[in-house]
T-cell receptor
Framework: DAGVTQSPTHLIKTRGQHVTLRCSPI?????VSWYQQVLGQGPQFIFQ???????GRGNFPDRFSARQFPNYSSELNVNALLLGDSALYLC?????????????FGEGSRLTVL | GNSVTQMEGPVTLSEEAFLTINCTYT??????LFWYVQYPGEGLQLLLK?????DKGSNKGFEATYRKETTSFHLEKGSVQVSDSAVYFC???????????FGSGTRLSIRP
C-alpha cells in the first residue's frame, strides 16, 4: 500500500519567490496535517485539514496557506519566501478529524531558500 | 505554555547496551504522550504511545511509562541493535487540540 507521498522531494528557491508543496495522503485517510522541521529541531505544526476545511493552524504568518482537495490531497503554499523558511516540510495523514496523535508522515519536501 | 523537553544527543551506544532517552513535558491537564522515530531516509513513524497516567506504551522492544507525578515519558530499551539507529522524538497531544507538540529530537547511533 502506498504511504503518504510528497512532491517535490527537494527544491531550491530564492528570497521573495513562491513555493507550492503537494501531498497525497494514504488511501482512505481524510485528514492532512503540515509540519515544518528546521534542521536540528522537532516538527512544528502549520495546518490541519479535514474534509477540505481547516481544522487547526499553528503560529505561522499569513504567507503560509494551504488547501485540501476533494480527493483529500493537499497543497501548502508559501509566499514571499524568507531565508528562515528553509526547512523540511512534512505532510501527515490520518483517518479521522479527531486527532489521536497517530499520524502517518511522508518523507518530506526539503526547501532551501537562497 | 505546553512543551516537551528531551535529552540532547547525539547518543552513541554499543550494540546490546541499555538505552534510556529522557523526556519531560510541561502541560496543563492530561495530554497523550508519544514517541516517534525517524530512520535515515524515511518519514516519521509512531513508535509507541500512552494516553493516561501510568500507561505503558511498548513496541519493538521499546517501552515508555506515562509518569504524571514527574511529568516524564522516558524511552527505554533493554538491548539496542544497530538497526535502532535513528532520531527519536518525544511528543504530546491534547485531545481538544489539532496539533502535536514535538521535542527537538535525540539522535541515537549504535556501534556494532
Amino acid at each position: 500500500d502506498a504511504g503518504v507521498t510528497q512532491s517535490p522531494t527537494h527544491l531550491i528557491k530564492t528570497r521573495g519567490q513562491h513555493v507550492t508543496l503537494r501531498c497525497s495522503p494514504i488511501s482512505g485517510h481524510k485528514s492532512v496535517s503540515w509540519y515544518q522541521q528546521v534542521l536540528g529541531q522537532g516538527p512544528q505544526f502549520i495546518f490541519q485539514y479535514y474534509e477540505k476545511e481547516e481544522r487547526g493552524r499553528g503560529n505561522f504568518p499569513d504567507r503560509f496557506s494551504a488547501r485540501q482537495f476533494p480527493n483529500y490531497s493537499s497543497e501548502l503554499n508559501v509566499n514571499a519566501l524568507l531565508l528562515g523558511d528553509s526547512a523540511l516540510y512534512l505532510c501527515a495523514s490520518s483517518f479521522s478529524s479527531g486527532n489521536t496523535g497517530e499520524l502517518f508522515f511522508g518523507e518530506g519536501s526539503r526547501l532551501t531558500v537562497l | 505554555g505546553n512543551s516537551v523537553t528531551q535529552m540532547e544527543g547525539p547518543v552513541t551506544l554499543s550494540e546490546e547496551a541499555f538505552l534510556t532517552i529522557n523526556c519531560t513535558y510541561t502541560a496543563t491537564g492530561y495530554p497523550s504522550l508519544f514517541w516517534y522515530v525517524q530512520y535515515p531516509g524515511e518519514g516519521l513513524q509512531l513508535l509507541l504511545k500512552a494516553t493516561k497516567a501510568d500507561d505503558k506504551g511498548s513496541n519493538k522492544g521499546f517501552e515508555a511509562t506515562y509518569r504524571k507525578e514527574t511529568t516524564s515519558f522516558h524511552l527505554e530499551k533493554g538491548s539496542v541493535q544497530v538497526s535502532d539507529s535513528a532520531v527519536y522524538f518525544c511528543a504530546l497531544l491534547y485531545s481538544s487540540a489539532s496539533k502535536i507538540i514535538f521535542g527537538s529530537g535525540t539522535r541515537l547511533s549504535i556501534r556494532p
